[in-house]
């Protein structure tokens, strides 16, 4: 049977991006019309709303641009909609790059300054260890026709 996916909403072409816009990726938006994939938003989930400020991770924990403290929205979210994503069936995530939330494997340093270092955001961390594959727009699943 064909991979089911859980997707970030932005690539899906939903505007739940901080600053009101999407990232919309076509690939992702035809796997979501085919019925082979779901958009999610851990951000909208955690109760942050849109447009938001832009957020980083500051040792472990999830501060925005006013430098408020915003962990506890970025981890809410990010359960419940890993356990949307497991409920799902889904065991493959395309997810957008470098957010706080949906980044894997690099994403911004806490400083606001747009350097990379290496880690997951909040959402990837918890999808990875559900072992859940991850992939992202830039490094798209290979078999996706
Ligand atoms: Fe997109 Fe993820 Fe940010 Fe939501 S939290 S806007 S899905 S990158």
Same mark, same amino acid.
């Given at each position: ?23 919309? =990726?076509?690939? *992702? $938006?035809?796997? @979501? ?10 951000? /909208? #989930?955690? %109760? ?6 832009? =957020?980083?991770? *500051? $040792?472990?924990? @999830? ?10 929205? /970025? #981890?809410? %979210? ?68």
């Amino acid at each position: 049977s064909q991979t089911r996916y859980i997707v970030s909403a932005c690539l899906a072409g939903i505007a739940c991006r901080y600053d009101g816009r999407a990232n919309t =990726c076509p690939e *992702v $938006q035809q796997l @979501v019309a085919e019925g082979r994939a779901i958009p999610a938003c851990p951000e /909208f #989930l955690g %109760g942050l709303g849109m447009p938001r400020p832009p =957020c980083e991770i *500051v $040792q472990g924990k @999830v501060v925005n641009s006013n430098g408020q403290d915003v962990t506890q929205h /970025f #981890l809410l %979210g990010a359960q419940a909609a890993t356990e949307f994503a497991i409920q799902q069936g889904c065991t493959a995530a395309i997810l957008k790059s470098r957010s706080p939330s949906c980044g894997y494997g690099q994403i911004y340093d806490g400083t606001f300054g747009g350097v990379l270092v290496k880690g997951d955001g909040i959402w990837a961390a918890l999808l990875r260890q559900a072992g859940i594959a991850l992939y992202s727009e830039e490094n798209l699943p290979e078999d996706l026709d």
